[in-house]
């Protein structure tokens, strides 16, 4: 079992180990005395995982309401988070009262968004159940919804209670979801540890999950540390994901945001060893990791397209997009380019 610390403009504390969620109400316990708990979750993890959670917060004394949301990116949706504000406003939710994000990435973003916004802002609390909510989405503080536009154009940067990372529960995620969240890992791996990009490399989908996960959360936890608000290291996150939430959305969803950021990264990796700021050899290992992850590394859309939906970009500033390169495994940083310039260096990556 580890503890990270997220020391934020609010800290709070990231757990991750086995066999959690049957305890859910003594850790909740410890920070909010009793109330009304409203759980968001989703038609996928609700049936497994609702009512154990339940049964342990009411077991500490909690009142316990839950909404669930169709499974799925398209549930992020303004009409879906209105839905959720009048479920908490019909059952008089107060600030006093605690919202519980249990489930992946989308119910984390919808349910942070809720409780940043509900009342002007109550509590919450994140319990990842996908990979990828464990080691990117539930830590940070940033919640968001879609809009037809543009993935999570609409948010806010709102700071959980606590989060809480059971991996047993990754033992039901399907084998797609669990690669998918993988694509974020490999991510962590190339832009700040190449111990970790190579205990990938050794292991593959066998890795550590204790170590890789903690490893993930903690180098996020200095990330938010030091930028919490995206205003420079923060935004190395973004790694494949400016061509990633182009691809995504290009595809109507239809491409997962794990593989979309998978073949950011190779494009990316791509552009920057044929634009001569990094060595082949990068490119060649970020590919390779990627294969041995059965995660794809090409798309069908062209680079007119990709730079065509990168404009939506959130991190673009006027006419400049920050692109991240990577230097070395390990190293990456900040690529200002014109949005004029995008299309020809995104070229160099296909
Ligand atoms: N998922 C990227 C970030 O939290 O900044």
């Not at 079992?1 to 991750?16: E, L, Q, T």
């Not at 939906?309 to 920050?322: M, Q």
Request: glycine content about 8%; proline content about 3%; overall charge negative.
């Amino acid at each position: 079992m580890n503890k990270i610390a997220v020391n934020a403009s609010k800290g709070y504390d990231v757990h991750i180990g086995s066999h959690l969620l049957p305890n859910i109400g003594s850790y909740i316990q410890q920070m909010h005395s009793c109330c009304t708990v409203a759980i968001i979750s989703d038609s996928n993890v609700w049936p497994l995982y609702g009512e154990c959670v339940t049964k342990s917060l009411t077991g500490t004394g909690y009142k316990v309401i839950h909404y669930v949301i169709p499974a799925g990116e398209e549930s992020k949706n303004p009409q879906q988070y209105m839905a959720i504000l009048n479920f908490l406003a019909e059952n008089a939710l107060t600030r006093s009262d605690l919202l519980v994000a249990l489930g992946g990435g989308v119910v984390g973003d919808i349910t942070g968004f809720t409780a940043a916004t509900y009342l002007r802002g109550i509590s919450y609390i994140q319990i990842p159940t996908s990979l990828l909510a464990m080691v990117d989405s539930s830590v940070g503080g940033k919640t968001a919804i879609d809009l037809p536009s543009g993935k999570n154009l609409v948010g806010a940067f709102y700071q959980p209670d606590i989060v809480l990372c059971d991996i047993s529960v990754l033992e039901t995620l399907p084998k797609p979801i669990f690669i998918d969240g993988c694509a974020e890992v490999i991510k962590y791996g190339v832009l700040f540890d190449a111990e970790l990009f190579s205990h990938l490399e050794t292991h593959g989908l066998s890795f550590d999950r204790e170590y890789v996960i903690s490893r993930c959360v903690a180098l996020k936890a200095d990330v938010v540390c030091a930028d919490e608000f995206d205003k420079g290291l923060r935004q190395q996150l973004n790694l494949g994901h400016t061509i990633g939430h182009s691809i995504e959305k290009y595809s109507n969803y239809t491409v997962t945001h794990g593989q979309a950021v998978a073949i950011g990264m190779a494009i990316i990796a791509k552009c920057s060893a044929n634009s001569g700021l990094c060595d082949q050899d990068v490119y060649a290992s970020i590919l390779d990791l990627l294969h041995k992850f059965s995660l794809p590394a090409d798309c069908a859309f062209s680079a007119m397209q990709i730079a065509d939906g990168a404009l939506s970009d959130k991190k673009r500033l006027g006419d400049t997009i920050h692109l991240v390169l990577p230097r070395s495994i390990g190293n990456c940083f900040l690529y200002p380019i014109s949005v004029n310039d995008l299309t020809s260096f995104i070229e160099k990556g296909k």
